[in-house]
């Protein structure tokens, strides 16, 4: 069975620059996440959908980032502009899920790692 | 929000040596994962384990779900075994979703 793939999987842009960040889950994943995880810190939860419908982004900052998972597939994360402070490695997960008996394992891809100039 | 705590932040062993991880958890949880992040910042799944105890080879890891505790055991390590072990954890969620929150990691070395 094929992992949760993503690209690219280096990125170097300069401040106030876009970039965007592309994952495909694990087939048959209906739940997909997007974490961002700066150097010496655990992953932080920016972003999870169920199928192409957002589920929590409390922790996104709307301002700059954006995500869409537009057929319940592949899914893009963007940030525009970007800053110093982005610098970080972008990874994408997914699970199966169940609405009715809880959540099951999540499984993660390789990461972006994004610096920020 | 809930609080994971790891520790030791840091661990050097020689070849061989047995090792046991620690996290704390501040709340309940419906499930916990242990993770490895390799030197390419691949993370590995270990354990799915909300509860009980599991093992995989020279790894094995324990849940007190009732104490808010986990420990990852690593017998015998390997110098492949470095990097950094992550616990994680969630709350089961009114809608259909999850977050896991990580706890700060522990970096493990094993030298030869």
């Known amino acids: 069975e094929a992992g949760v793939a993503q690209s690219p999987r280096y990125k170097i842009i300069e401040k106030r620059q876009s970039v965007a960040f592309w994952c495909n889950p694990i087939?048959?994943?209906?739940?997909l996440y997007w974490y961002q995880q700066i150097l010496g810190q655990g992953p932080k939860l920016l972003i999870q959908f169920q199928n192409n419908g957002v589920v929590d982004d409390s922790q996104l900052p709307k301002d700059r980032f954006s995500a869409e998972r537009l057929k319940g597939v592949d899914s893009t994360l963007k940030i525009q502009p970007a800053k110093l402070e982005d610098s970080a490695v972008y990874l994408c997960a997914s699970s199966l899920s169940h609405p009715f008996n809880g959540i099951y394992e999540q499984y993660f891809g390789p990461g972006t790692r994004l610096t920020v100039t | 929000g809930i609080q994971v705590e790891q520790s030791p932040p840091d661990l050097i062993l020689q070849e061989g040596a047995n090792s046991t991880l620690r996290c704390n958890f501040s709340d309940s949880v419906n499930n916990l994962q242990w993770f490895h992040q390799n030197p390419w910042g691949q993370l590995i799944n270990l354990f799915y384990i909300p509860s009980g105890t599991k093992q995989n080879g020279r790894l094995s890891a324990t849940t007190v779900a009732t104490e808010r505790y986990s420990l990852l055991y690593i017998s015998s390590s390997q110098t492949t075994d470095s990097g950094v072990y992550f616990c994680?954890?969630?709350?089961?969620?009114?809608?259909?979703?999850?977050?896991?929150?990580f706890g700060e990691g522990t970096q493990l070395t094993v030298n030869p």
């Open positions: 087939s048959g994943h209906a739940t």
């Open positions: 994680a954890v969630e709350r089961l969620k009114e809608t259909s979703g999850s977050r896991l929150t």
